[in-house]
């Protein structure tokens, strides 16, 4: 039997003040990062169990644009679609990591702005995840 010594707490990246060029809801966005961070730390657990406390994850989105899908389908490495923000992570209340991030992958040229959104938004979760396990093991 496994025992998680540590609490994750991991919120909702915020929309508030965000600049947002979407023919969508941006809440489906929203969503992506939390649920990637959640199936990582949950894979991650063994890493994660070295530290005892309170992990608190958070963040927000300062701009996300659906990019011009007419562009990227003639030339992929033009029109995609981008997202960008901060996010914070804590251990104990003592930060670990504070950053900003501007995340614009490369997708198929048939990937539409949603499509390629998730796929960024999902990148974000599992960036933040990589990030915080080397910032615990440099702590």
């Not at 039997?1 to 929203?30: A, D, W």
């Not at 309170?54 to 990227?72: P, Q, V």
């Not at 490495?77 to 950053?99: C, P, Y």
């Amino acid at each position: 039997m496994r025992y998680v010594t540590i609490n994750t707490e991991i919120s909702p990246f915020k929309l508030e003040g965000c600049q947002c060029r979407l023919k969508f809801h941006p809440e489906e966005i929203q969503r992506t990062p939390d649920e990637t961070i959640r199936n990582r730390i949950t894979k991650q657990s063994k890493l994660l169990d070295a530290i005892n406390g309170n992990l608190t994850i958070d963040g927000s989105f300062i701009e996300i644009d659906e990019g011009n899908f007419a562009l990227h389908f003639m030339l992929a490495f033009l029109g995609k679609a981008w997202i960008a923000g901060q996010f914070r992570v804590t251990n104990n209340g003592s930060t670990l990591i504070d950053e900003p991030f501007r995340i614009s992958n490369t997708f198929a040229a048939f990937s539409g702005g949603k499509t390629q959104l998730k796929g960024n938004a999902k990148y974000l979760g599992e960036q933040i995840v990589k990030r915080t396990i080397k910032a615990i093991r440099n702590a």
